[in-house]
């Protein structure tokens, strides 16, 4: 959080000069008048001058734990944030109970959320951060359940000869699956298919490129 | 309902407070009417109405609990 104080004679000019200062705009800061314009006190001692204290929050995390907090108790979830920075990303850990309605069905609304706090903390910033938000620890579960799937598939793979089509996920949770499978020798993976449909493909290596 | 629209909706626009979201609703289905000022249409549709999708899976997530469908529309 950054802060600054200016005074000047109306209150208009004292928070355009803390918003050049911070160099920020004024949909960006929390705006509060400290002292209003004065009349002459007895016409001696000159205008009282305007004093304004402007803020303007430049922490990711906060920001989207505040556009988080906002929407989750419009929507009548009870949730507790917590703020994790890493190189690059910021996480977001929502806990709570019953917090099954953030997720959705395979992700649907966590996704919805991640992609509509990523743009309301852009909005608020400059810089672009990245947030990812988990509820509950969904990404790291279904994280770890897309490496058993894909490793069970590439075997039964391996034995048939066939390929086999999984069925549409998002681009990360495919990234997931060709990481996988990238280091086994006789199997490769694709995608095919246009969003929201693309699929990962798993099919045996072409025999030339086997040893 | 109509606060979920209204939070996001703010969030995302250069004018907040020209934000409206009305809501009329049936036993079975909420209708939702979310108006914003003409130069913020894209920033609450987004690409391929991406952003409107968005709302809409949020929305239909809060919906869940009374079991009734959500319709969001976008006006200027």
Known sequence: ?211 | MKEVIKVIAKALVDQPDEVLVAQSSTERTVHLQLTVAPGDMGKVIGKHGKIANAMRTIVKAAAVKDGRRVIVDIDQ
């Open chain 1, 1 to 211: 959080m950054k802060v600054v104080e200016k005074s000047a004679r109306t209150i208009e000019e004292a928070i355009e000069a803390c918003l050049v200062e911070l160099g920020i705009k004024k949909d960006q800061a929390i705006i509060e008048i400290v002292e209003e314009p004065g009349k002459k006190v007895l016409g001696l001692f000159g205008n009282r001058l305007a004093k304004v204290r402007v803020s303007y929050e430049d922490d990711p995390g906060i920001i989207a734990c505040k556009f988080l907090e906002n929407l989750t108790s419009a929507m009548s979830v009870k949730a507790d944030f917590d703020i994790e920075k890493n190189e690059g990303h910021v996480v977001v850990n929502i806990t709570g109970t019953d917090l099954g309605i953030l997720i959705g069905r395979r992700g649907d609304t966590l996704e919805a959320l991640q992609f509509l706090t990523n743009l309301a903390v852009a909005k608020k910033l400059a810089d672009r951060s990245r947030i990812v938000i988990d509820v509950e620890g969904y990404r790291k579960r279904r994280e770890e359940t897309l490496i058993s799937l894909a490793k069970r598939l590439a075997d039964r793979v391996k034995k048939s000869g066939n390929r086999v089509v999984l069925e549409p996920m998002s681009p990360q949770e495919r990234r997931i699956i060709h990481t996988a499978l990238q280091n086994e020798w006789n199997v490769s993976t694709f995608s095919e298919g246009e969003e929201p449909n693309r699929r990962v493909v798993i099919s045996l290596k072409r025999s030339n490129n086997v040893s």
